[in-house]
């Protein structure tokens, strides 16, 4: 509904001419500025509330940009550890690791060798050598749990740094730090020979050490590199020209 303009007398007495007179009262007329100006203000109140009301501003769709349309996302690393865990499980289901502590052991075990960035199928067959997954395992040289820590060598560590060795978590995680110093410094096998307690100085704790990492090498289904085959080299033997007293000769 249009609003209803009024006019003043004057303007309505000369409005019927439409002349210039009218025109210049009109555009200067008190009146009808009141009124334009009380328009005006309504309309601005009016616009006001309205943009008051909206929270935000209208905008124009096409001025966006196009959002992609996201899929659901997945934490890649959990996969990739699930995947881990499993595939160790089954390892230790295969050499006759009991299924009350399996779970346990396979997590751990994947855990300490990201942790030590070690083999995890190597510190899995360390453990079922040393004790077959036995976390209570206590052997006559002093050598306790999963992964038989010698408490004599390591003991001091382990109860300065609050470690229990009857805790599968605890255990594999000591063994396999262990294990890596060992191999990062004496190389892979070496260092598995000292982790059974091989020592240079004591001949006879070698023929031991040697039967333990052909055991663990069986289990983590080591290969010998195969030896390149010799290069078949032809030997041409040195000819020397036949003389005449190389040569026999018989008369008939």
Known sequence: MQPRITFCTRCRGMRAGWNKRYVSHWLFCKHWLRKSFELTT????????????SPEPPVISRDLPEQPVLGP????????IAAEVRSMDAFLKRHGVR?????????SIVTSARKYELNPKLIASVLIVESRGNPFAISGKS???????HVPTWGEITEREGINLFKIEDNVDFGARILHDYTRQFGLWEGVKRYNGYF???PASGQSADEYVAKV????EFRQPAAPEPSVVQETAEVTPATDSDS???DD
């Open 143 to 149: 050598a306790i749990g999963i992964m038989q820590i």
């Open 217 to 220: 090498q069986h289990i983590f």
């Open 73 to 80: 996302t997945f934490d890649e690393k959990a996969l990739s």
């Open 200 to 202: 240079v100085d004591d």
């Open 248 to 250: 026999t000769s018989s």
């Open 42 to 53: 309504l309309a601005g109140v009016l616009t006001g509330s309205l943009l008051l009301a």
């Open 99 to 107: 299924e009350e502590n399996r779970e346990r052991l396979a997590e």
